[in-house]
């Protein structure tokens, strides 16, 4: 697809339970973004790949979060033992990295968890 | 670490002017986005500054002082669609986004 892809767009879980959630980049672009946003507030980062490179996981809350991403495509972040505070939009976003369209980050629609 | 600080919230009449200012503190600057987010909806690619002065695109311009650690984001002729959150952020030498929280535009007839 042209933009970045996201799966599933809603999703309901118990508590306790785990989700995966899957991302799929612009074709060709090396770096990819998590973010979580909480409902009326901003965007809090979570994790970023740039290619091969070891992934900055700095802005993962808890051990219970995970994310993976196989070469330049598919990542998926993994929560573990959900619990209502989990309840956010998940974005993810991908970036070009070479070139002046490099510095454009593009988001897709998110995936909306909401943990019951 | 980044510390990026924008207003909550701001209201301005439809054909007017408005400016948005964040300020920012960052080890390493490597470029200040600015992006609009409608309710519900994903944020969507506006502006992006990495040296000093004015960027102008259309309707909307963004400007940056690295010295300061400041921009803002004009947008002139202001429509009612233009209510949206317009949300500030940093890339430092990482390549790590950091976004502010946003502020929340509210366009009055």
């Known amino acids: 697809g042209a933009g970045v892809s996201q799966s599933p767009s809603n999703k309901v879980t118990e508590k306790g339970k785990d989700v995966e959630l899957r991302c799929d980049p612009i074709?060709?672009?090396?770096?990819l973004y998590w973010y979580r946003q909480r409902l009326g507030q901003g965007l809090e980062f979570l994790i970023y790949f740039q290619g091969n490179s070891a992934p900055d996981k700095s802005g993962l809350p808890s051990d219970r979060f995970s994310a993976e991403r196989t070469g330049e495509s598919v990542s998926t972040l993994t929560i573990q033992r959900t619990q209502q505070e989990d309840s956010a939009v998940y974005l993810c976003?991908?970036?070009?990295?070479?070139?002046?369209?490099?510095?454009?980050?593009?988001f897709g629609e998110g995936s909306w968890l909401t943990v019951v | 670490g980044q510390n990026i600080d924008q207003p909550t919230e701001m209201t301005a009449t439809e054909g007017a002017i408005v400016q948005i200012n964040c300020t920012y503190q960052?080890?390493?600057?490597?470029?200040l986005f600015w992006y609009q987010q409608h309710a519900g909806e994903a944020p969507t690619f506006l502006s992006y500054?990495?040296?000093?002065g004015l960027e102008e695109k259309g309707r909307f311009s963004s400007f940056l002082s690295r010295s300061k650690g400041y921009s803002y984001l004009l947008l002139k002729e202001l429509q009612m669609k233009d209510s949206a959150s317009y949300l500030c952020a940093v890339r430092n030498a990482g390549n790590m986004l950091t976004f502010g929280g946003g502020t929340r535009l509210m366009v009055k007839p």
């Open positions: 976003a991908s970036r070009e990295t070479t070139g002046y369209s490099g510095n454009t980050i593009y």
């Open positions: 500054n990495v040296l000093d």
């Open positions: 074709s060709g672009h090396t770096a």
């Open positions: 960052t080890s390493g600057f490597n470029g």
